[in-house]
């Protein structure tokens, strides 16, 4: 220590050799690479991706719980909202069974964004917005069956190891009805374990 102290303040000196410096950049690169590993910076941008998915996917339920508190149906089975002014192109679907279908599907997006009628924006349940980020739209599974119009399940699949892992991801199919032994899992494949609300 004395030396480096001699070595750094005094002016007669010819500085630190080669070895010392490699020495030190060695040291703190083993540092740098530790707390790089530590902080792992692709797992938090994961983990950012997953809680922006998270919250359209309950967002998304919010409203349309709202919507049927309101209304005594979901949008695709609601033939005469209150104001008598119904959303074709939504309540069209009312006889299909819609499994794990992603949001960005442009029948399903007609419950949502359509101008006017019977739709989640149309009705103030959604911000105008909601349907202006495709891609995370996509990320988005609905489930509903026309026999149970008091009933929707919402579903993403996580990226993170700290989502995956979660004790709330243990569906092991996109419309929330399946659980199995290997979800929750932080090592699972994507698409594998999900999340769901209903």
């Keep these: 220590m004395k030396r480096i102290y001699n070595k750094l303040f005094s002016f007669g000196s010819k500085g630190f050799t080669l070895i010392e410096l490699l020495v030190v950049i060695g040291i703190l690169g083993i540092l740098a690479s530790a707390l790089i590993a530590t902080i792992d910076p692709f797992e938090q941008l994961k983990k950012a991706t997953d809680a922006k998915i998270k919250n359209i996917t309950v967002e998304f339920q919010t409203a349309l719980v709202r919507y049927y508190t309101t209304h005594g149906k979901f949008p695709w089975n609601d033939q005469a909202s209150i104001d008598n002014n119904t959303n074709p192109a939504c309540t069209a679907l009312s ?87 290997t979800c929750p899992s932080s090592t699972a494949a994507d698409n594998v374990c999900f999340w769901c609300t209903q």
């Design 95 to 181: 006889s299909a069974v819609i499994s794990g279908q992603k949001l960005n599907v442009a029948a399903v997006k007609s419950c949502i964004d359509n101008a006017g009628g019977a739709s989640l924006i149309a009705e103030g349940e959604l911000k105008s917005s909601f349907t202006s980020s495709v891609d995370d739209l996509g990320q988005v599974y609905l489930t509903w069956d026309p026999a149970n119009a008091t009933n929707a399940v919402i579903c993403f699949s996580p990226t993170s190891k700290s989502q995956k892992g979660a004790p709330d991801t243990k569906w092991t199919d996109a419309q929330g009805a399946t659980t199995g032994a």
